[in-house]
């Protein structure tokens, strides 16, 4: 005890050390980051070691884990996604989970810019096997590699900013599961997955089918990523799967502009009443071996669920078919997913923006559906 004291108080002095620095070197904070992070009873035997030591059925590899609520209460340590270590390289690592703080893509309501942030608070709740016994973090080693800096004034370069650090992220093979968010940054993340994987599958879940050709005139906003996509030749029309899109429209035409495409649309009425699971066996079919990336919009799921997000619609996905999707995936080549527009508004602004998220019920569904995607990608022990 007296030992782990220390340890506390080696890491606050370092921090305050930082604070106080004139010269604030953002490697040497995320470095401290980390070992704040991992500062346990369990690991202060060993200085600061970059990773916690792997369980005894993974290999001979030092694999991160999550800071337990059994080592430190779920109200204290570095609020990262799951209170994993925080680094900026991805040098070693497997997956990682990395924000993506934009929200000036939005149509109606913002707030998805809050999105990273309340999706880590609310993901210290967490524990590392899921209900079906996936056990991620003894078989990949994952970090939370923080957020995209980006210009939130210009959409355009925002996006391009979002493609150079996706494309420094997944350089060594590390798989990105990102917080968004508004719908507008996975066209910039499906750019930098391109250059890597070539033409990708897409398993997307949402609302909204996201393929307008423009909106209010411009090219680059959350209703139009996938357009630019298909453009871009990013995404195979021919293995792409829309699923839970509903909603009013502009026109009568629905739907036809995508399926002209080759998408398979399943509008939210093929899913009422009734298990997803048959519909991944499809998906899994589709896209048999090819790399797959997931983007999965948080206002699929009904508002009565998630009511935190931009743009709801009525009739909606219930949390149980979003995790039949989420676990459906599971045997997929993964490359990377997604889970944006969740759009919290933060308690302290409550007097001046409508609190969308009550209880920060969405931002909880969008943290378990990260670990859901984690526990789905490939190399992780199939769950039981
Ligand atoms: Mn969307």
């Given at each position: 005890m007296i030992q782990n004291l220390h340890l506390h108080f080696e890491t606050m002095t370092m921090l305050r050390g930082l604070l106080h620095s004139t010269t604030f070197n953002w490697a040497s904070f995320t470095s401290v980051s980390s070992r704040v992070a991992l500062a346990s009873p369990s690991s202060h035997s060993v200085a600061f070691p970059p990773s916690r030591p792997a369980s005894?059925?993974?290999?001979?590899r030092c694999l991160n884990k999550p800071l337990s609520s059994n080592d430190?209460?779920?109200?204290?340590?570095?609020?990262s996604f799951m209170r994993l270590p925080v680094q900026s390289?991805?040098?070693?690592?497997d997956a990682c989970f990395v924000g993506v703080p934009l929200d000036t893509g939005t149509s109606n309501r913002s707030g998805a810019r809050a999105g990273p942030r309340q999706i880590r608070c609310e993901s210290v709740l967490l524990r590392p096997f899921n209900s079906k016994g996936a056990d991620p973090f003894s078989c990949l080693n994952v970090a939370d590699v923080g957020d995209v800096r980006l210009n939130m004034y210009n959409l355009p370069e925002a996006c391009e900013h979002i493609r150079q650090r996706f494309s420094e992220v997944i350089q060594n093979g590390c798989v990105p599961l990102t917080l968004g968010g508004d719908h507008t940054i996975t066209y910039p993340i499906l750019q930098a997955i391109k250059d890597r994987h070539g033409p990708v599958g897409l398993v997307h879940v949402d609302a909204h089918s996201d393929v307008s050709d423009t909106m209010l005139g411009a090219k680059i906003t959350h209703g139009t990523p996938f357009r630019r996509a298909l453009e871009e030749h990013l995404i195979d029309p021919h293995a792409t799967v829309q699923i839970g899109l509903r909603g009013t429209t502009h026109t009568a035409e629905g739907n036809a502009w995508q399926i002209r495409q080759g998408f398979r649309v399943v509008p939210v009425e093929e899913c009422w009443y009734r298990s997803l699971v048959p519909l991944m066996e499809e998906v899994r079919t589709l896209m048999g071996n090819r790399p797959v990336y997931l983007s999965f919009d948080i206002d699929a799921i009904d508002p009565g669920f998630c009511p935190g997000t931009g743009t709801p619609e009525i009739g909606g996905l219930t949390p149980i078919q979003a995790l039949e999707v989420v676990r459906g995936c599971a045997g997929l080549n993964l490359v990377g997913c997604d889970l944006v527009e969740a759009s919290v508004t933060h308690r302290q602004n409550t007097r001046v923006a409508p609190p969308y998220d009550f209880e920060g019920t969405t931002a909880l569904t969008a943290a378990n559906l990260l670990f859901e995607m984690l526990c789905v990608l490939p190399g992780v022990t199939a769950p039981r």
């Open positions: 005894s059925e993974s290999s001979s430190m209460p779920r109200m204290g340590g570095i609020a390289d991805t040098q070693g690592l």
